[in-house]
């Protein structure tokens, strides 16, 4: 069971942090991912960090948006910062452990989901 929070309503050039938890373990392991879908789009990969701490991310977040988790593996962070509108969306976190890289950025390749986080930015 996976546990995202930390969305919320910002204007445009703020930042917010998400947070996926774990329940009941840790992350060790495993292969975490963020992906958001906005309405009327299809859901897309934003960002993942490997259990060897390698971390990915979407063109479009790179240098705006930082991936990481805590020394105990059980919470991953999304910072978010210099938020534009076109980053308005539900933000889901995802898990799996048995994640090749190539497939890393595909949301079925993933097992375990948490529930979705709404953010929202104005202009």
């Known amino acids: 069971q996976l546990q995202a929070s930390g969305g919320g309503s910002v204007q445009a050039g703020g930042s917010l942090r998400l947070s996926c938890a774990a329940s009941?373990?840790?992350?060790?392991?495993?292969?975490v991912g963020w992906f958001r879908q906005a309405p009327g789009k299809e859901r897309e990969f934003v960002s993942g960090i490997r259990w060897g701490g390698h971390t990915y991310y979407l063109d479009s977040v790179k240098g705006r948006f930082t991936i990481s988790r805590d020394n105990a593996k059980v919470t991953v962070y999304l910072q978010m910062s210099s938020l534009k509108p076109e980053d308005t969306a539900v933000y889901y976190c995802a898990a799996d452990a048995n994640m090749i890289l190539s497939s890393m950025r595909s949301s079925s390749a993933y097992k375990y989901w948490g529930q979705g986080t709404q953010v929202t930015v104005s202009s």
């Open positions: 009941g373990r840790t992350f060790s392991g495993y292969t």
